[in-house]
T-cell receptor
């Protein structure tokens, strides 16, 4: 069965430090891959997505993610974290098999300390 | 572009009443919309997939008579929580599938509190 794993429930980084959020998926083919961010009490905002082509994708707010087929991973990175980046981050897999469906990971809560 | 709105943003109601939540795609037409429920500190749980002009497809364990979904136009889907009870209190989020049918765009969510 398809699944998305975000192994870190929460991560704390210092402001200005680099960030990497991990995501692994289980699917027979290359799926559509997404990262979303959710601030408290808000909906989800799309950070970036990968469908095909260059495996390093750039997103909004200075985020990037790299698709590694051999590891079934799609980790999110940011070179320098800002306090405003504190939020919940969701990795997701989009499947188009007779109807579109998205499977979300459990989420990683990012805390940023001054 | 690709903005999705929800109304209301929050609602408090008495047990036994029905509540309607609207989801609109503001600048694009969405043949497919999704309704999710999110419990505190948890991920999104897909409730149903709504297709314009046809009946919604509900996920296993979701009562279709409890959560009525109507997708009457290419820009509007509604979720009605019928005879709401305190256990229906939650954060409800809708999303719309973009024109390329590959990316979901999410609304800001509706917080429902049933007293």
């Amino acid at each position: 069965a398809q699944s998305v794993t975000q192994p870190d429930i929460h991560i704390t980084v210092s402001e200005g430090a680099s960030l990497e959020l991990r995501c692994n998926y289980s699917y027979g083919a290359t799926p559509y891959l997404f990262w979303y961010v959710q601030s408290p009490g808000q909906g989800l905002q799309l950070l970036l997505k990968y469908f095909s082509g260059d495996t390093l994708v750039q997103g909004i707010k200075g985020f990037e993610a790299e698709f590694k087929r051999s590891q079934s991973s799609f980790n999110l990175r940011k070179p320098s974290v800002h306090w405003s980046d504190a939020a919940e981050y969701f990795c997701a897999v989009g499947l188009n098999t007779g109807g579109f469906k998205t499977i979300f990971g459990a989420g990683t809560r990012l805390f940023v300390k001054a | 572009g690709a903005v999705v709105s929800q109304h209301p943003s929050w609602v408090i109601c008495k047990s036994g009443t029905s509540v309607k939540i609207e989801c609109r795609s503001l600048d694009f037409q969405a043949t497919t919309m999704f309704w999710y429920r999110q419990f505190p500190k948890q991920s999104l749980m897909l409730m149903a997939t709504s297709n314009e002009g046809s009946k919604a497809t509900y996920e296993q364990g979701v009562e279709k008579d409890k959560f009525l979904i109507n997708h009457a136009s290419l820009t509007l889907s509604t979720l009605t929580v019928t005879s709401a009870h305190p256990e229906d209190s939650s954060f409800y989020i809708c999303s719309a599938l973009g024109l390329a049918q590959e990316t979901q765009y999410f609304g800001p969510g509706t917080r429902l509190l049933v007293l």
